[in-house]
């Protein structure tokens, strides 16, 4: 049974950068895409980015130039990182996997797993 | 991107269809999921490339996409349906979710 479990600092203070690792036990890394989503308190969901297990990187526009998203094959983790926060980063953050439908092909996949999310909270 | 417009808000009475939509200029080109996603859990995936069940996801749930909307449909629904609803999609390589969808059942 695959398990994902998201793992950082619930507290960041603004223009910091927010750290999360994403690890993942009862199945590889390798073979599948990995996406980090976010959910404001109330709100819906938002895509951040995310990573095939060869480290090829995709992530939101509306992030991009913030977002840096990396794999630890050998120790089955993924990881994001989100620099210079605010309030607006306030959420709690998902990680996922793309493992149903194509795998290899982002665009045909699902979320089949998913984390059971972690509250960050931007304030100083 | 483009977005994917879902209506806010929408209920049902127990044994009824309920039919949710997603509309968006572009999901002809891609493949469509749905997410329910009940207080405090993480989302669940009901359907993936437009009408495929995950296992162990019941039969009542069934999707489709027409081009321009994609639709849930909820036959039979149950009380345990309510929850918030999200439908996903593709703009080239950019995961898109719709603002959600907020079932009822009453």
């Known amino acids: 049974q695959v398990q994902l479990q998201e793992s950082g600092p619930g507290l960041v203070k603004p223009s910091e950068t927010l750290s999360l690792t994403c690890s993942v036990s009862g199945g590889s890394i390798s073979g599948y895409y990995w996406s980090w989503i976010r959910q404001p308190p109330g709100k819906g969901l938002e895509w951040i980015g995310n990573?095939?297990?060869?480290?090829?990187?995709n992530s939101n526009p509306s992030l991009k130039s913030r977002v840096t998203i990396s794999v630890d094959t050998p120790k089955n983790r993924f990881s994001l990182k989100l620099t210079s926060v605010t309030a607006s980063d306030t959420a709690v953050y998902f990680c996922?996997?793309?493992?149903?439908?194509?795998?290899?092909?982002?665009?045909?996949?699902?979320?089949?797993?998913w984390g059971q999310g972690t509250l960050v909270t931007v304030s100083s | 991107s483009y977005d994917l417009t879902q209506p806010p808000s929408m209920s049902v009475s127990p044994g009824q269809t309920a039919i949710i939509t997603c509309s968006g200029d572009k999901l002809g080109d891609s493949y469509a999921s749905w997410y329910q996603q009940k207080p405090g859990q993480s989302p669940l995936l009901l359907i993936y490339?437009?009408?495929k069940r995950p296992s162990g996801i019941p039969e009542r749930f069934s999707g489709s996409n027409s081009g321009t909307t994609v639709t849930l449909t909820i036959s039979g629904t149950q009380a345990v349906d309510e929850a918030d609803y999200y439908c996903?999609?593709?703009?080239?390589?950019?995961?898109?979710f719709g603002g959600g969808t907020k079932l009822t059942v009453l």
């Open positions: 990573i095939y297990y060869t480290g090829y990187t």
């Open positions: 490339q437009d009408k």
């Open positions: 996903q999609a593709w703009d080239n390589s950019f995961m898109l």
């Open positions: 996922a996997r793309h493992g149903l439908g194509r795998v290899d092909i982002v665009g045909a996949t699902g979320l089949d797993h």
